[in-house]
């Protein structure tokens, strides 16, 4: 099982990052009526999908895409420090070994058991990235059907505030710590297998 590391360093400019995008779309405005930023009435395209952002993309044997998830370095503009503060009780989490996890969407049309799988497929990328990049804890934030899924995982999860309401829907800020045991405690609720990480070229990157 392969995933797809990469940065895009310009939004739609490629048919990978449109159909992303037009995912995202689906998910977060069309289903989750959530209140984002859409381009053309197609793609769900926000301030953090800059060339500093780390996709990781599932697809099928076919080529489509079954999920994506985005990477940002907390030393950079980031949802959490940027629109989110408001979720911590504590300070936020920052650090080079410290990013926040976003944009984590699965392709609704695909079957609930396969979606669970390609969930369980991303959670394990990501935690392969951070072992082998020295990235020891990620945040995230969360709305309620997602919070129940991170906490019952098994890997060590550290609220950062308590959930608030946002839009009517319960949200909460989460620390997620990331070392050698986090495999074995995933594996032990059947959500970790590893991972092949497959990178793509990486774009030079201005300061």
Same mark, same amino acid.
């Given at each position: 099982?392969? !995933?797809?590391?990469?940065?895009? +360093?310009?939004?739609? @400019?490629?048919?990978?990052?449109?159909?992303?995008?037009?995912?995202?779309?689906?998910?977060?405005?069309?289903?989750?009526?959530?209140?984002?930023?859409?381009?053309?009435?197609?793609?769900?395209?926000?301030?953090?999908?800059?060339?500093?952002?780390?996709?990781?993309?599932?697809?099928?044997?076919?080529?489509?895409?079954?999920?994506?998830?985005?990477?940002?370095?907390?030393?950079?503009?980031?949802?959490?420090?940027?629109?989110?503060?408001? /979720?911590?009780?504590?300070?936020?989490?920052?650090? +080079? &070994?410290? %990013?926040? !996890?976003?944009? #984590?969407?699965?392709?609704?049309?695909?079957?609930? #058991?396969?979606?669970?799988?390609?969930? $369980?497929?991303?959670?394990? @990328?990501?935690?392969?990235?951070?072992?082998? $990049?020295? !990235?020891?804890?990620?945040?995230?934030?969360?709305?309620?059907? %997602?919070?129940?899924?991170? /906490?019952?995982?098994?890997?060590?999860?550290?609220?950062?505030?308590? +959930?608030?309401?946002?839009?009517?829907?319960?949200?909460?800020?989460?620390?997620?710590?990331?070392?050698?045991?986090? +495999?074995?405690? /995933?594996?032990? &609720? &059947? !959500?970790?297998?590893?991972?092949?990480? #497959?990178? @793509?070229?990486?774009?030079?990157?201005?300061?």
């Amino acid at each position: 099982m392969s !995933i797809q590391v990469e940065y895009i +360093p310009v939004p739609l @400019a490629t048919q990978t990052s449109k159909t992303m995008h037009r995912e995202r779309k689906r998910v977060f405005r069309d289903i989750m009526q959530w209140d984002v930023p859409i381009i053309d009435d197609q793609y769900e395209v926000d301030q953090f999908d800059t060339k500093h952002a780390l996709y990781f993309l599932r697809r099928d044997s076919d080529g489509k895409l079954l999920g994506s998830c985005r990477l940002l370095e907390s030393q950079r503009s980031h949802m959490l420090s940027d629109v989110f503060s408001h /979720l911590c009780d504590v300070d936020i989490p920052v650090g +080079p &070994n410290v %990013w926040e !996890i976003t944009r #984590a969407c699965i392709t609704p049309s695909i079957r609930t #058991a396969d979606r669970l799988l390609v969930r $369980n497929q991303m959670v394990s @990328a990501v935690v392969d990235y951070a072992l082998v $990049n020295g !990235i020891d804890t990620y945040t995230c934030v969360c709305s309620a059907g %997602w919070l129940a899924q991170v /906490l019952a995982m098994g890997w060590v999860v550290e609220p950062l505030g308590l +959930p608030r309401p946002i839009d009517g829907v319960l949200t909460a800020a989460l620390k997620i710590d990331i070392d050698a045991t986090t +495999p074995k405690r /995933l594996r032990l &609720n &059947n !959500i970790y297998a590893p991972t092949e990480l #497959a990178f @793509a070229a990486a774009p030079a990157l201005a300061a």
